[in-house]
């Protein structure tokens, strides 16, 4: 029996070529493609290049001073457009590779995953709206347009300069089309405010925003999560929407979507199911208007380590205590809350008609499993 699996993701490509990367997914698929169905090259290219390369919050931690943070070298102005090109000619010639080799046969798909955030203008003025959308095009652009279009928005383009290493023709011709779905990650929306009075010249300040996630917050340069969750639910349809008329309508799964940061938690999770909730019907809604949605992965099963904030963010549906011999697992409310929806949400009414669960992909959900 098939499963659908993110198998052999690759967090970070700074020490690897195109080439090695081909070899190590060859080895995936011969090994374990008669089980997978779904495969995803790599995890959120797009925020990671931020993080680890111009931020230094991820491994290897470089960048350059003034922009990043823990510095051990590197340059926040350059070296993450050169890790994001990297990023997606390995994931172009693992595509490539799974198409020529394994696909006919094993009849899977393959796909990449995105770190998404749905960005919003601050004010009502026409700055604040061209900087959503320069936001838009560095943050989701940056991959999607090599993917769909062939090469990177002209926004990226103009404001880096020779700094963003371009595809070359046949480069180009591999990476457009090189995919059969998209992976999303979302979790939360965030402000945008123009600042295209500055002179850094970072590729975070080369979008020429600034970002926060509540209005009585400053807005700041850098890209980051909110202090706690905030259900702003109806963000996850616009950005859904979005992703179909700008991207030529791919199919979407969600591979994370969970509430955790910044949360108290309890075993009586109550807004946790608010959050998941909230989500599952802003999904809904955008499939009422046409988006073509497959899967849905809550994040997460288990409480387990988060790179952000270690054992101190607990996401999972299922409470495990770190301090035990055996790690014990006890379901939280949301566990028998989304069992029930599993089990009992056997028909949902979209416009005037009934679709069964067995008829959409995204009402076949289940429990992802490590």
Known sequence: MKRTSHACIFDYMEMFSS???????????????????????????????????????????????????????????????????????????????????????????????????????????????????????????????????????????KNAGSRLPPFTKSESQKVKGSYDFIGINYYFALYVTDDSSTTLRDASSDMRAKFTAFKDIPPESRILPPSHMVNDFGSLRKILNYLKNTYNDPPIYIHENGYGLGVVDTMNDVARISFLGGFIGSILDSIRDGTDVRGYFIWTFVDEYELLSGYNARFGLYHVDFEGSEHERTPKSSAHWYQHFLKNGSTIKIENNVISRGEHPILQNKLSAF
């Not at 070899?23 to 008669?34: I, L, N």
């Not at 990023?87 to 046969?105: P, W």
């Not at 749905?118 to 095009?137: E, H, M, Q």
């Open 19 to 157: 080439d090695d990367f081909k070899e190590f997914a060859d080895v995936c698929f011969k090994e374990f493609g008669d089980r997978i169905s779904h495969w995803t090259t790599m995890n959120e290219p797009n925020i990671n290049s931020y993080a680890s390369f111009d931020y230094g919050f991820f491994p290897p931690r470089r960048c350059s001073y003034p922009y990043g943070v823990n510095c051990t070298g590197g340059d926040s102005s350059v070296e993450p457009y050169i890790s994001a090109r990297n990023y997606i000619l390995a994931h172009s010639a693992a595509v490539d590779l799974y198409r020529n080799k394994y696909q006919t046969t094993q009849k899977g798909k393959i796909g990449i995953n995105i770190y998404t955030i749905w960005f919003v203008p601050l004010t009502n003025s026409t700055k604040d709206a061209v900087a959503t959308k320069r936001a838009r095009d560095f943050l989701l652009g940056w991959v999607l347009n090599p993917l769909v279009f062939g090469d990177y928005p002209e926004i990226m383009k």
